[in-house]
């Protein structure tokens, strides 16, 4: 059983950086693929970024390539996600999730996550 609980979500304006950060209970957390998905009003639940269990991978949403960047630290179970040249259609709730089977990479499906947080709101004004 894996517990996610993430911080550092707000309000920020367009241009700006957010660094996201979640934090992991359980000892397996190094076996677990890991990622962030974001949630806008209306919309499905997306894929954002992904990184391997040994973070020598990653993956990123063309949406955000060149602006966000994920990092891992297994010493600490936390992953973390920096936001840089924030735009107004970032803003969404932003969900950790963890696959134990699957890497978190663009066309992984919702069903092939095992365990999520409970989101942190990001909000990027114009």
């Known amino acids: 059983q894996v517990q996610l609980v993430e911080s550092g979500g707000g309000l920020v304006q367009a241009g700006g950086s957010l660094r996201l950060s979640c934090a992991a209970s359980?000892?397996?957390?190094?076996?677990?693929?890991m990622g962030w998905f974001r949630q806008a009003p209306g919309k499905e639940r997306e894929f954002v970024v992904g990184?391997?269990?040994?973070?020598?991978?990653?993956y990123y949403a063309d949406s955000v390539k060149g602006r966000f960047t994920i990092s891992r630290d297994n010493t600490k179970n936390t992953v973390s996600l920096q936001m840089d040249s924030l735009k107004p259609e970032d803003t969404a709730v932003y969900y950790c999730?963890?696959?134990?089977?699957?890497?978190?990479?663009?066309?992984?499906?919702?069903?092939?996550?095992?365990?999520w947080g409970q989101g942190t709101q990001v909000t990027v004004s114009s």
């Open positions: 999730a963890a696959s134990q089977t699957r890497r978190l990479r663009v066309g992984v499906r919702i069903e092939d996550v095992d365990y």
């Open positions: 359980g000892r397996t957390f190094s076996s677990y693929a």
């Open positions: 990184i391997t269990w040994s973070g020598s991978s990653t």
